[in-house]
């Protein structure tokens, strides 16, 4: 049996705008993105035209909820049918296509090596018996694979969104594809954590940011937490299975990896369009709402649960945050995210200077971002996994950023290191 951590929902919560005027705000937004006048009300709002002349988007509003069709079926975006069609192409099935009768071991269900895991190697985690190692290996890998799990599931939820509130038929049909997609990823998340036998509740964070993105009556919130969380997976997942020596994990982590790289490729194409053209008003909510994702993900983003579920002090918790494994896991994943905004256009003066008080701004990039059509056609072209990865996480690694890993290990290390118990010779809990 599954042992589920903690409860759900957290007590945390983000207050959000579901008001009338919330509701006609989209309408307004609607109308502007659109070009047509838009009432709030149940009716399909077009031209008086007959239904075999009519082209072009209409909306649909109904209990404060848009929809906009879509009339002209002959138009097309080459970048989006093209991910329509890798999306179609490379399905698989999650219950079939994974050898789920394979045994983990119980003493390291993914078989990650000790040193990539938090405080590994540490003098603590040398003075640690078999027994608690045990615990923390297969705690820490459920923490990882269940917060995964959460964000596939908020996928999942916002993806409707999408397909409901652009106006682009392709970009409907690829919406459609990620929908099973996330679904997939769900169900794949749910069998893993099952087998290991722990299952964590989200980040009380981040469960607010997705709350926050899916209360917001424009979709773009959604899209920004989305390519944010689709760069996090896949770093993460990524890092793991350089290290990985389980054969079933491996191969999960190498089938998501390949649908996350068309989702960052289709979450980049759809943010750019999304963004072209808004008031500085409007890019200065998604702005905001950029740096608060970058915020949680920088100080929140820990498994800081895993410590104090086992038992452990809060001076455990504050090694591990400053362990080197954690401090190179965030360098990482920022040397993907902050790229990525300032590819789609939400890196103003605002983003800029409040990356530089996070001190994240050094993970700008230095050189011009690759196109998103080019980075699409690739993706087309590649069956090796290794390529794949390498295309979709394609910011360079500078001289800067390893001398900050480099420093950060070194403190890291430094920062472990405790003195050991009077009384025993394994760190005492509380």
């Not at 945390?12 to 705000?25: E, I, L, Q, W």
């Not at 799990?149 to 999942?156: D, K, S, V």
């Not at 200065?284 to 950029?290: G, P």
């Not at 290990?409 to 010779?425: F, L």
Request: glycine share 8%; hydrophobic share 40%.
């Amino acid at each position: 049996m599954t042992r589920d951590v903690g409860q759900w929902p957290p007590t945390r919560t983000r207050v959000v705008d579901r008001s009338a005027d919330g509701r006609h705000r989209a309408a307004h937004e609607a109308e502007r993105e659109n070009g047509h006048h838009v009432h709030t009300d149940h009716r399909i709002v077009h031209p008086p035209t007959t239904p075999t002349t009519q082209t072009g988007p209409a909306s649909v509003f109904a209990d404060g909820a848009l929809a906009v069709f879509q009339w002209d079926y002959d138009g097309h975006d080459e970048q989006m049918t093209r991910l329509y069609a890798q999306g179609k192409a490379r399905q698989w099935n999650a219950a079939v296509d994974l050898d789920w009768d394979h045994e983990l071991d119980p003493d390291n269900p993914l078989g990650v090596p000790d040193s990539v895991l938090p405080l590994g190697g540490s003098p603590l985690w040398e003075r640690l018996p078999a027994a608690d190692r045990v615990d923390v290996r297969r705690h820490i890998q459920a923490w990882e694979a269940s917060q995964a799990l959460h964000g596939e599931q908020f996928a999942l939820n916002g993806l409707g969104r999408v397909i409901s509130a652009t106006d682009d038929l392709d970009t409907k049909l690829f919406a459609a594809t990620q929908i099973v997609d996330e679904a997939r990823h769900l169900e794949a998340f749910t069998l893993l954590t099952g087998k290991i036998g722990v299952r964590y509740p989200p980040l009380a964070e981040l469960a607010s940011l997705y709350e926050g993105a899916l209360g917001e009556a424009d979709m773009d919130f959604f899209a920004i937490a989305t390519l944010l969380l689709e760069y996090v997976a896949l770093t993460s997942l990524t890092a793991q299975r350089s290290h990985m020596g389980d054969p079933l994990g491996r191969a999960l982590i190498e089938n998501i990896a390949r649908d996350e790289a068309r989702h960052l490729a289709f979450g980049r194409a759809l943010l750019r369009r999304r963004l072209d053209g808004i008031t500085d008003a409007e890019l200065r909510r998604r702005e905001e709402f950029v740096l608060e994702c970058c915020h949680t993900l920088k100080t929140d983003y820990t498994p800081d649960a895993v410590w104090r579920t086992l038992g452990y002090g809060e001076d455990v918790v504050e090694q591990s945050r400053r362990s080197a494994p954690e401090v190179t896991r965030r360098c990482r994943t920022f040397r993907q995210v902050v790229p990525a905004f300032q590819d789609v256009g939400l890196f103003g003066p605002r983003v800029r200077a409040g990356l530089t008080t996070m001190g994240l701004i050094r993970f700008a990039r230095r050189r011009p971002v690759p196109d998103v059509a080019d980075e699409v056609r690739a993706l087309g072209r590649r069956d090796d996994i290794d390529a794949v990865i390498r295309l979709a996480t394609s910011h360079e690694r500078t001289a800067d950023d390893g001398r900050i890993e480099t420093a950060a290990r070194r403190g890291g290390r430094a920062a472990t290191r405790v003195p050991a118990p009077a009384s025993a010779s394994a760190p005492a809990r509380p």
